[in-house]
């Protein structure tokens, strides 16, 4: 299958008008990381223990 320069720049054009939604995406990632980390380093108990209670559950489901 050739691709002719049209296609080419057709195909750019969408990448392009998608970036910024790419880069909003990605913001908002580093947003909720920020925000899961501040959690952790506030509650280290209860993150420990749901990651317990997590881990369980998960054992007790593989192990049928």
Do not use: H, W, Y
């Amino acid at each position: 299958m050739e691709i002719n320069p049209q296609q080419m720049a057709d195909r750019a054009r969408q990448l392009q008008e998608q970036l910024p939604d790419m880069d909003e995406a990605r913001q908002n990632l580093v947003d909720l990381n920020r925000q899961v980390v501040g959690f952790i380093k506030a509650n280290p108990g209860t993150c420990l223990l749901g990651a317990i209670a997590v881990g369980f559950i998960v054992g007790r489901i593989a192990s049928r």
